[in-house]
């Protein structure tokens, strides 16, 4: 759906406010009225407001409908100005759903008592809401839901006009992942998936190779060979996409890395039903890696992109890899299998050490990869780990401005004694469960060749009721991330 940005003057007449039919007022919380009454119709929104026993705190919201021709509809709430880019982008998600639920055309948003920069931040919160609200998901239902209708959103008394690129690129590489996400397992397989990225590939020009099973056997890859096996139809393989920026020559390389296991059984360790359920998900890695080389792509980003997307199913049969079974890495690095279930970091070790053999300036990989993570941060912050500790302060800023909040783990080298095996150069993971965030990232990071490398374990990808400004329940978690963490934490300078 493509939404018409307008950008315009202070709302400060009568006439003008009456031709609208769909307005968000955002009003600074625990302010006097008399601070805000260049808005018009300021008076009776007071009184409505003293009528209905509210407050004007952060936690009130008010819809009404103007006593005007139009019978202009307006939600209003209140913010602090102190208020964080996680809090303002769910307010807006919430402001605009509730201005769809009446399927408009055109929603006009104002925010009056504000300085600049606030200004500026709740209106891009607004075009980022209406942007992920709008996105059509797939769906299979028998009765369609009705089309949304919104083609424009109008800002009203910004001090200058905002470049929406930035947020109109994020909100593609969003949609992008969490579309991917939701598509059912016999709708994306590694086949399928290949299909559609091959689509992606010519339209956006990237350069893209497919390492299928028999090219890995000769790269030696049996970590990602070993979960592979168990799949009746051979079709999985590691996608390396590339950007290259047209106009820039001699660029620092970025490598993104994503899990894209179509659908985890758990293997030989099969899982329950109620664990299974959802996990044609397990694939989301793949689509936020996907995801942000698109909106980079779209931003002609300066610099290189390599993008290595492992693709694969973890199933269960005859030819399923085993508990006790050692294979060997493309690094050649030995691997004891204690948990077929642990599949995850089999298929990025070597994905991760192929990445890692271009020589990127950073790896960044993302992964719905422990369960031991959700239950650390719940599905409010994804874990962040990192081989550069002076990343951390950047990492969490770039978390806490993007709204896609992040928390580092330790993964300190004597985390290292838990993994050591008697028969390999490392077990897969252990049985106990205990710190499997930070086990699973400790041995990750043997594949990395020490390259720079930032391991996202995904516990946001799946939040009950939408998480900020996304209102669906897969989030798409990791592009906004990843953006503020490249162009404006500038990371890779850093390296």
């Known amino acids: 759906m493509k939404i018409n940005i307008k950008q315009k003057d202070k709302?400060?007449?009568?006439?003008?406010?009456?031709?609208?039919?769909?307005?968000?007022?955002?009003?600074?919380d625990n302010t006097?009225?008399?601070?805000?009454?260049?808005?018009?119709?300021?008076?009776?929104?007071?009184?409505?407001?003293?009528?209905?026993?509210?407050?004007?705190?952060?936690?009130?919201?008010?819809?009404?409908?103007?006593?005007?021709?139009?019978?202009?509809?307006?939600?209003?709430?209140?913010v602090s100005p102190d208020s964080s880019s996680f809090e303002r982008l769910t307010l807006a998600r919430k402001l605009v759903t509730r201005q769809l639920e009446l399927n408009p055309r055109s929603i006009a948003f104002y925010s009056p008592g504000f300085n600049t920069e606030i200004n500026n931040h709740l209106a891009e919160a607004i075009v980022a809401a209406s942007l992920a609200c709008t996105s059509a998901m797939p769906e299979f239902k028998s009765s369609k839901k009705k089309p949304l209708h919104l083609s424009s959103i109008i800002l009203y008394g910004l001090d200058s006009k905002i470049d929406f690129k930035r947020t109109l690129a994020?909100?593609?590489?969003?949609?992008?992942?969490?579309?991917?996400?939701?598509?059912?397992?016999?709708?994306?397989?590694?086949?399928?998936?290949l299909q559609r990225i091959t689509e992606l590939a010519r339209e956006h020009n990237w350069r893209m190779q497919f390492l299928d099973m028999k090219t890995l056997k000769r790269k030696k890859a049996g970590a990602f060979l070993a979960v592979a096996q168990g799949s009746a139809e051979q079709d999985a393989g590691i996608v390396h996409l590339t950007y290259q920026p047209s106009a820039v020559r001699n660029t620092v390389s970025l490598a993104l890395v994503g899990k894209g296991i179509c659908y985890d059984t758990?293997?030989?360790?099969?899982?329950?039903?109620k664990h299974m359920h959802g996990m044609h998900e397990d694939m989301e890695g793949s689509a936020v890696a996907l995801g942000t080389l698109l909106a980079l792509t779209r931003l002609q980003a300066p610099i290189t992109v390599h993008c290595w997307l492992a693709l694969a199913q973890n199933h269960i049969g005859p030819a399923a890899y085993k508990q006790n079974d050692v294979i060997t890495a493309a690094n050649g690095t030995t691997i004891e299998v204690m948990h077929t279930d642990a599949e995850g970091r089999m298929v990025l070790a070597d994905t991760l050490a192929l990445a890692s053999n271009g020589g990127p300036k950073l790896i960044i990989d993302y992964a719905t990869l422990t369960g031991a993570?959700?239950?650390?941060?719940?599905?409010?912050?994804?874990?962040?780990?990192?081989?550069?500790?002076?990343?951390?302060?950047?990492l969490i800023a770039a978390g806490r401005d993007s709204g896609e909040r992040v928390w580092p783990f330790p993964i300190d080298k004597d985390f290292d004694k838990a993994l050591e095996s008697t028969i390999a150069d490392v077990k897969q993971c252990t049985l106990e469960g205990e710190a499997d965030h930070i086990l699973a990232a400790r041995f990750l990071s043997r594949f990395t060749a020490d390259t720079p490398w930032l391991h996202i374990d995904l516990a946001a990808g799946n939040h009950k009721g939408?998480?900020?400004?996304?209102?669906?329940?897969?989030?798409?978690?990791?592009?906004?991330?990843?953006l503020n963490l490249i162009l404006d934490k500038q990371i890779l300078t850093t390296l």
């Not at 709302?11 to 600074?28: F, G, Q, T």
């Not at 579309?179 to 709708?187: A, I």
């Not at 993570?373 to 950047?394: E, K, M, Q, W």
């Open 11 to 28: 709302l400060s007449n009568r006439k003008d406010l009456d031709a609208l039919e769909h307005l968000i007022l955002v009003l600074p």
């Open 373 to 394: 993570c959700v239950y650390a941060l719940s599905t409010r912050y994804s874990g962040a780990f990192t081989n550069r500790d002076h990343l951390i302060p950047a």
């Open 170 to 193: 994020e909100a593609a590489g969003n949609n992008l992942a969490r579309q991917l996400t939701t598509l059912p397992p016999n709708e994306l397989t590694p086949k399928s998936y």
């Open 32 to 78: 006097p009225v008399p601070k805000w009454t260049q808005f018009p119709y300021a008076d009776v929104i007071a009184q409505r407001l003293a009528r209905s026993g509210k407050k004007p705190a952060s936690d009130t919201l008010l819809v009404t409908d103007l006593p005007n021709k139009c019978g202009t509809h307006v939600v209003i709430a209140f």
């Open 266 to 273: 758990g293997g030989m360790n099969l899982k329950s039903a």
């Open 466 to 482: 939408g998480l900020a400004h996304i209102p669906t329940d897969i989030t798409g978690f990791g592009v906004r991330f990843t």
